[in-house]
C-alpha cells in the first residue's frame, strides 16, 4: 500500500485502488503540497472537529462523494450539510471493506469553531487504529500523554504510527517519545508539528532520539510518499 503524507495530520492510504484520508488540512496549511481538488478518496475519517482536521473534508467529500467517517456529533453536524456519513463512537470498528478502522481514546478537546466565536460541541477526540492488508496504523489524533497509551500497545502489533510532537496544542517530543515506547510501533512517523509558529519542531532531532531508544522513525514532508507492505 501507498502512505502518502499530505502535511500537519493529514495522512493518505492507498490500497488495491482504494483510498481512506484521515483529517484533511490543506488550503490552510502554508506547507501543504496539495490542493483538495487533487485528492481522490473513498473515505475521509475525522479525528476531531478542530479546523486544522476538517477545513478541507466538506469539498473533498463532495467532489469524490466520499463517506465521512467520524465521532458521533461531528458525523451529525457534517451530515446535516447532505453530506455521506457514518457516526460512530469510541472502542467502536467501522468496516469499509478494504479497511477496518477502530476509534480509540485521544486526550485533547474537539469542538467546530463558528465565525461569531461561538463554539458547537462536536463530542470526545478520537484517534484510529486501521487494519489494513495485514498492517495495523495508528493515527493518535491530537493527544498528550495518557496511560492508556500503555494498554493500546499491549493489545496491538502496531505496524506504524503517526504520533504528534509539536507541542502547545498536544504531546511535545519528550511526550511522544515515551507515547512512542507505550505504543511499541515498529515505525514511527511525526505529525502536526511546523504548520504554525507555536508548534515549530525538529522532526529529524526527535527520529534520532528515537533510534536512541531502539525505535525506528521516518520524517515525511508533505506531498511524500512511502510504500509499506507487510
Ligand atoms: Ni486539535
Ligand atoms: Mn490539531
Not at 66 to 84: H, I, P, Q, R
Not at 96 to 110: E, I, P
Not at 128 to 146: K, N, S, W
Not at 203 to 220: C, D, S, T, Y
Request: proline share 5%; charged share 20%; hydrophobic share 45%.
Amino acid at each position: 500500500m501507498q502512505i502518502i503524507f499530505h502535511g500537519h495530520s493529514c495522512v493518505q492510504i492507498v490500497t488495491n485502488g482504494k483510498s481512506l484520508l484521515i483529517d484533511p488540512f490543506l488550503r490552510g496549511n502554508p506547507l501543504a503540497v496539495t490542493k483538495p481538488e487533487d485528492i481522490q478518496t473513498d473515505y475521509i475519517l475525522l479525528t476531531h472537529a478542530h479546523t486544522d482536521h476538517i477545513l478541507d473534508a466538506e469539498p473533498i467529500a463532495r467532489a469524490n462523494d466520499a463517506t465521512l467517517v467520524a465521532m458521533f456529533e461531528l458525523a451529525e453536524y457534517m451530515s446535516a450539510k447532505k453530506l455521506k456519513t457514518v457516526g460512530m463512537n469510541m472502542g467502536g470498528t467501522y468496516d469499509m471493506g478494504f479497511a477496518q478502522a477502530k476509534m480509540v481514546q485521544a486526550f485533547h478537546s474537539s469542538s467546530i469553531m463558528l465565525e461569531e466565536g461561538q463554539m458547537i460541541y462536536a463530542g470526545m477526540p478520537a484517534g484510529y487504529i486501521i487494519q489494513v492488508e495485514d498492517l495495523t496504523i495508528l493515527h493518535t489524533g491530537d493527544t498528550a500523554l495518557f496511560g492508556d497509551m500503555k494498554m493500546i500497545g499491549e493489545r496491538n502489533q502496531i505496524d506504524l504510527a503517526f504520533i504528534p510532537i509539536g507541542d502547545h496544542f498536544t504531546m511535545g517530543p519528550d511526550d511522544a517519545l515515551q507515547a512512542a515506547r507505550w505504543y511499541g510501533a515498529k515505525m514511527v512517523i511525526p505529525v502536526h508539528y511546523n504548520s504554525f509558529p507555536p508548534i515549530r519542531q525538529d522532526a529529524e532531532a526527535f527520529v534520532k532520539r528515537l533510534e536512541g531508544q531502539g525505535q525506528k522513525g521516518r520524517v515525511l514532508a508533505p506531498g511524500d510518499r512511502m510504500e509499506i507492505h507487510a
